[in-house]
């Protein structure tokens, strides 16, 4: 299982971004796709969730900014991030959970936003 993130960049406050992450190689059954942050020195926190049945989940930091949605691609998931602050700097990745619980990380994305 790999998954491929893409889409980080810099943007100015208030300016947007929309990541993107593809599952590649062999089958596999999904529960919930999410995006993750980490800065460094810090734990790698969940920004936002959608489950297979599309309910999703966003950090309370992130509501009303961020959107997660899926592709039509099985194992395609979008973090589409508007109004961005500086505090939303940080290295994302693209998680996939299966529904026994095996866990699958993509490579990470930086996300910069400064002025």
């Known amino acids: 299982v790999q998954l491929q993130a893409s889409g980080g960049g810099v943007a100015q406050p208030g300016g947007s971004l929309k990541l993107s992450c593809a599952l590649s190689?062999?089958?596999?059954?999904?529960?919930?796709m999410g995006w993750y942050r980490q800065t460094p020195g810090n734990q790698r926190e969940l920004v936002a969730s959608i489950t297979l049945r599309g309910t999703t989940y966003y950090a309370d930091s992130v509501k009303g900014r961020f959107t997660i949605s899926r592709g039509t691609s099985k194992g395609t998931v979008y973090l589409q991030m508007n109004s961005l602050k500086p505090v939303d700097t940080a290295v994302y990745y693209c998680?996939?959970?299966?529904?026994?619980?095996?866990?699958?990380w993509g490579q990470g994305t930086l996300v910069t936003v400064s002025s």
């Open positions: 190689g062999r089958s596999v059954a999904i529960h919930t």
């Open positions: 998680n996939l959970l299966t529904p026994g619980g095996v866990s699958s």
